[in-house]
């Protein structure tokens, strides 16, 4: 089983930038081109938040356009740049959105897995919240899928960083999220969005890990009180395997790179010897 993680695309109207000089649309249709030439092909592909910039219906459906070449299913959660009834609006199709009125909260399997996705949305702030509605709600599925690994996306990351900016604007839970999750050791990992780069952290007895953007990345500064700021590193997205056995994930940078070149020539290594002369 292979799921391709995206994160925090940043989709705007078409021929807008995001932040007055990141083109999105064109990174993202790159990542979507870079996915169509994976081999062998994800199954299907995860969103973990922040698809829209501003939440505009324009905007979702601009994404629509983008995605539409995948092959594979397709599964979103919306981030705090989000809004669910314009998301809802533009994928119609998508069931999963609309089972609830309130948040986007749902379970599919995925091949011997389970996802569990989170709705960590608090409309008009750029952190997030697991209310007590949300929290029993995940308890709840917990409890169903005991028998099977659970994959749980979230938007919001459920630990502090060091990125202080972001670690503002970072997870409110009404009672702590740990406890739960460290009652399950079924839960294989928890994938996140929200900090545009690839952190990863042990959280209650699991794995959480945080996605790369395709586009434009959060600064990694780790001195206090600096200012919010992105750069323009590599994108990427994530692929996580799983084997029967366990999960394994990749980060993968999206882009144009020299190789891939053979390690050994004519019988001999690179640097002339014979190949386990090492």
């Not at 078409?14 to 092909?41: F, I, M, N, S, W």
């Amino acid at each position: 089983m292979l799921i391709a993680q995206l994160s925090d695309l940043h989709i705007r109207r078409p021929g807008e930038l995001a932040y007055r000089r990141v083109d999105t649309a064109a990174h993202l249709k790159r990542c979507v081109a870079h996915l169509l030439a994976q081999r062998p092909l994800a199954d299907m592909v995860v969103a973990t938040g922040d698809l829209a910039d501003s939440g505009e219906l324009e905007e979702y459906k601009h994404l629509a356009d983008l995605v539409a070449p995948l092959p594979m299913p397709l599964y979103m959660i919306p981030g705090n740049h989000d809004r669910r009834d314009a998301l809802r609006a533009a994928f119609p199709r998508h069931h999963y959105l609309h089972g609830s009125e309130e948040f986007i909260q749902y379970t599919v399997p995925a091949g011997p897995l389970q996802i569990v996705a989170l709705d960590t949305l608090l409309p008009g702030e750029g952190g997030g919240l697991l209310c007590g509605n949300r929290l029993r709600w995940l308890e709840e599925q917990l409890a169903i899928c005991r028998q099977r690994p659970v994959v749980i996306l979230m938007h919001h990351p459920p630990f502090v960083t060091g990125i202080d900016f972001m670690d503002q604007v970072g997870l409110q839970t009404t009672y702590p999220l740990e406890p739960i999750i460290r009652r399950h050791a079924n839960i294989e990992r928890i994938l996140c969005g929200h900090l545009h780069r690839t952190i990863i952290a042990r959280f209650g007895g699991t794995l959480a890990v945080t996605c790369p953007s395709p586009a434009h990345q959060v600064s990694l500064d780790l001195l206090p009180n600096r200012p919010p700021e992105f750069v323009m590193e590599p994108p990427g997205y994530m692929l996580h395997r799983w084997n029967d056995k366990r999960f394994v994930t990749f980060g993968v940078a999206v882009g144009q790179f020299d190789g891939p070149y053979p390690f050994y020539e004519r019988g001999r290594s690179i640097d002339g010897e014979a190949p386990g002369g090492h």
